[in-house]
């Protein structure tokens, strides 16, 4: 009697990372209206409300005028809301038992968790873009470098937030997760500094939201239009902030597809 033998399952290369997997996701994003519309639509909605009142147009703030300093900052907050939702979206596989489901794939939780943060990022980058788009038309005035590097660095520095929202989508036991982390956003938007300067905070609200994961995205993102303040700071409050989330991120993959 002869034993029959398997034969050798193949591991996918890059542990399961792929165009194929990263078009797959973005289709089922995009088919979410209320994604499309939160990310998108609401941070221009937010610039053409506060950002072209009174003399902004031609009161002056760095290289351009103050109409497009906020739209610096709205494009940053739009790059949050769109990579925080394009990460929270695991929150829905984990309801309907997706997670668990992976445990039993090939699909390394490394290759999972960047499958995710590239899809957030690409969310991101249409966010920028379209803030950006609505803000040329709206009056913004930036050097044309300013332009491009604002961007740029606005999207690029999101990739906090894309951690982020993949590590709340795996904490928090819930499909609205973004109903919840909304307003978490917002309220760390005002406490780093993003809606209001800090130098308009005063001294003790200026130290704490030097430590907020906002921070450093709104201060590197402005800086090619204003150049002012020292970006290390920024720039490691952007570094230690992404290693986090995204160390919590992989921690609560692997805790969820664990339990099969």
């Not at 997997?21 to 609401?42: A, G």
Request: aromatic share 12%.
């Amino acid at each position: 009697m002869t034993t029959a033998v398997l034969p050798k399952r193949n591991l996918p290369r890059f542990g399961g990372f792929s165009p194929g997997m990263i078009r797959l996701e973005l289709r089922r994003m995009v088919r979410n209206k209320r994604t499309v519309v939160f990310t998108l639509v609401m941070p221009a909605v937010f610039f053409l409300l506060f950002g072209t009142g009174g003399d902004y147009k031609t009161e002056r703030a760095g290289g351009g005028n103050v109409t497009g300093y906020i739209l610096v900052s709205m494009a940053v907050y739009g790059a949050m809301l769109a990579t925080t939702s394009g990460g929270a979206m695991v929150s829905i596989e984990r309801a309907a038992g997706w997670s668990r489901q992976l445990r039993l794939t090939p699909l390394r939780p490394a290759a999972y968790i960047a499958v995710k943060l590239v899809l957030a990022m690409i969310i991101g980058a249409v966010s920028v873009a379209v803030a950006f788009v609505v803000g040329a038309f709206a009056g913004a005035q930036l050097p044309a470098s300013a332009w491009i590097l604002c961007g740029l660095l606005a999207w690029v520095c999101a990739l906090v937030f894309a951690a982020f929202g993949l590590f709340m989508g795996y904490l928090l036991p819930s499909e609205n997760v973004m109903q919840i982390l909304g307003p978490v956003l917002a309220v760390l938007s005002f406490a780093g500094g993003l809606f209001v300067p800090l130098d308009e905070l005063g001294s003790t609200f200026s130290t704490i939201a030097t430590f907020t994961p906002v921070y450093g995205v709104g201060e590197i993102a402005r800086y090619p239009l204003t150049h002012d303040g020292a970006l290390w700071p920024a720039v490691l409050n952007v570094i230690v902030w992404t290693g986090l989330f995204a160390a919590g991120a992989m921690w609560r993959f692997r805790r969820d597809t664990a339990r099969v």
